[in-house]
């Protein structure tokens, strides 16, 4: 069984602080994404339980994000071995273009199953999974919450927004997974020293067949603020009774309260 | 004629998207189509017609059972190909959000998923759907001939219907059914906590000293009639399940009233609760950033001025 993960550096979403309705991305530390390492967990215990397998993490460097540490720590979770594609040319990439390249990493690797979270945890688009599913032409199942091995496939309990799906389907095929289907490990000291000697191949976009026209952006983000907030900014004085008593009048007024 | 193509598994959300279609079709000078795909589509046809549809693509073919998304997508795109389909207007459920980056990949279409707003600048769409974890409001545009827009259920207010029927018509579809074979599905169960539909929420934050404490805030959301709900650092301590977290690591909220008890607000936060219509905070501490954001403010000890609150508001 050759299990692909597709994992993604993401901003530590916890650091990002908003000056003048920008948000301030310098000196933000980079790191695998949450879902990014429940797709690896979720490879882990497949190959563990099926006892044997290959899994490959692949990560596309993206400007100033360190992509070879991201990749370092999944290997140190228990990854057999990383792929990792560099190209000047990806840090403007789009979704479709992340797709392609990604696409094309998993046909030179080869694959039973590719796993991916279902959404980056910074921009959640959760379009490359998709789109790598139907680049290769496999089938999706999207928000597993459970996937138990079958003979020569899957069995995936997804969680769609009002019920619970249970899923079948041979290799190979593409799975997208939300948090609540693992906690991730924590590798131990031993295993991120051996994460070192795992196998890590690099390729470039000539070496997937591509070059940068094949990765141009087809949409354009023409602004990226955090939201105006027009807000009244009345506060209440007084020792608390006044202060309960001009609140509640306040809710009253504003026709808020549920009577 | 070019075309926007609407479909969505949700007969209700398929109904708010055409009205919203009909509405840009009629400043860029396009037609609005729509597909219903499954079982039940025949049903759903007509109020599509009404809603704005001029013609409704109609299939029950034995392949969409289960609505497997590869087939779906499969679909869509043979529908967008036969109409002339310029936009593509589905519903950013799960389901939606899965198609729409499969059907945009077959169509070789950029995608935008989770639009929470949609409008017209110079004859472009321009979506906005939040980045950085809710941070921020992405504005963007796509340069695609084709171009496909996933959109959150209950964006744009629907009106009355007013057009006739539409036209049903039924297409020839070459499909093949999904290698993915649906076992079961049942509702979901468990803690029924549904904040994204909340009209009132009470929040708790690290202000309260322990747990026992934490009914201070169910009281004052009883009062209220409130759903409770807290900040990831209270859930963190398990003193409140996952599900009430509101904010970057949990549900994204838009009530008419928000109160933040003992809540600093952090932008981790606050991005779960910014679109609330009126935002009260009450916190020791005047230069707490969730005063920049609220409409009503009480700088006071929360073991004081909750009981006050809630006596007051049983006195109604």
Redesign the interface.
């Known amino acids: 069984m050759n299990i692909l993960v597709f994992v993604k550096t993401n901003?530590d979403?916890?650091m990002?602080?908003?000056k003048d309705r920008q948000?301030v991305m310098e000196a933000i530390p980079y790191k695998v994404g949450d879902l990014e390492k429940n797709a690896v967990e979720a490879a882990i215990q497949l190959r563990d339980a099926a006892g044997g397998g290959t899994i490959t993490a692949v990560c596309l460097a993206e400007a100033n994000r360190r992509a070879k540490e991201t990749l370092k720590e999944v290997l140190a979770m228990g990854a057999d071995e990383a792929v990792l594609v560099t190209e000047p040319a990806l840090e403007v990439a789009?979704?479709?273009a992340v797709?392609l390249v990604l696409a094309k990493a998993a046909e030179k690797t080869g694959y039973d199953l590719l796993l991916f979270g279902e959404g980056s945890?910074?921009?959640?688009?959760?379009?490359?999974?998709?789109?790598v599913?139907?680049?290769l032409g496999v089938?999706?199942?999207?928000?597993a919450r459970k996937i138990t091995g079958t003979e020569g496939g899957v069995?995936v309990e997804r969680?769609?927004?009002?019920?619970?799906?249970?899923?079948?389907?041979?290799f190979p095929?593409a799975v997208?997974v939300v948090s609540e289907i693992n906690e991730p490990r924590i590798p131990s000291l031993m295993n991120i020293m051996k994460a070192g000697k795992k196998p890590l191949a690099e390729y470039s976009l000539a070496d997937l067949g591509l070059d940068a026209t094949s990765v141009v952006?087809?949409?354009?983000?023409?602004?990226?603020?955090?939201?105006e907030?027009d807000?009244?900014?009345?506060?209440?004085d007084g020792d608390?009774?006044a202060?309960?008593?001009a609140?509640?009048n306040?809710?009253?007024k504003?026709g808020?309260?549920?009577? | 004629m070019a075309q926007i193509l609407v479909y969505s598994e949700k007969p209700a959300a398929a109904r708010e998207l055409v009205f919203k279609a009909k509405e840009l079709g009629a400043a860029l000078g396009l037609g609005v189509v729509a597909a219903a795909l499954g079982e039940g589509a025949a049903g759903t046809a007509a109020g599509l017609g009404e809603y704005g549809a001029d013609r409704v693509y109609v299939s029950e073919d034995s392949a969409f059972a289960?609505l497997?998304?590869?087939v779906v997508?499969e679909a869509l795109a043979q529908v967008a190909r036969a109409a002339g389909a310029e936009y593509l207007l589905v519903s950013s459920?799960?389901?939606g959000?899965?198609?729409?980056?499969?059907v945009?990949?077959?169509l070789g279409a950029?995608?935008?998923?989770?639009v929470n707003s949609l409008t017209l600048e110079d004859g472009v769409l321009?979506a906005g759907r939040?980045?950085?974890?809710g941070?921020?409001?992405?504005?963007?545009?796509?340069?695609?001939q084709t171009k496909v827009f996933a959109i959150m259920p209950k964006t744009f207010e629907i009106g009355a219907p007013t057009a006739g029927a539409g036209e049903v018509f039924a297409p020839a579809l070459s499909l093949q059914p999904?290698?993915?074979?649906?076992?079961?599905?049942?509702?979901?169960e468990g803690e029924s906590v549904n904040l994204d539909a909340a009209?009132?929420i009470v929040g708790v934050g690290r202000g309260f000293g322990k747990r026992e404490d934490v009914a201070l805030g169910e009281q004052l959301a009883a009062a209220?009639?409130a759903e409770l709900a807290c900040t990831k650092g209270l859930a963190d301590f398990q003193w409140l399940p996952e599900e009430r977290i509101i904010g970057?690591s949990g549900a994204k909220t838009k009530p008419?009233?928000y109160v933040a008890v003992g809540i600093s607000g952090q932008?981790?936060h606050t991005v779960g609760v910014?679109?609330s219509?009126?935002?009260?905070a009450i916190n020791t501490d005047k230069d707490a950033p969730i005063?920049?954001?609220?409409?009503?403010?009480?700088?006071?000890?929360l073991y004081?001025?909750v009981?006050?609150?809630v006596?007051?508001?049983k006195g109604?």
């Open positions: 901003p979403l916890q990002i602080r908003i948000p789009d979704q479709a797709a945890t910074d921009n959640y688009t959760g379009q490359v999974g998709p789109r599913a139907e680049i089938p999706q199942i999207g928000y069995q969680s769609m927004d009002e019920h619970i799906e249970v899923l079948e389907a041979p095929v997208t952006a087809q949409k354009a983000i023409l602004s990226n603020l955090a939201e907030q807000r009244k900014h009345i506060m209440f608390p009774a202060q309960a008593e609140f509640v306040a809710l009253l504003e808020v309260l549920g009577r | 289960g497997p998304v590869d997508a459920t799960r389901r959000k899965e198609l729409a980056p499969r945009a990949q077959k950029a995608c935008v998923t989770d321009v939040y980045a950085l974890g941070a921020t409001v992405a504005l963007e545009k796509l340069d695609t999904s290698a993915v074979k649906l076992v079961d599905r049942r509702p979901k009209e009132r209220l009639e970057l008419d009233l932008i981790q910014s679109s219509k009126l935002i009260a005063f920049q954001l609220a409409d009503y403010g009480i700088v006071g000890d004081q001025v009981p006050a609150l006596e007051k508001l109604l």
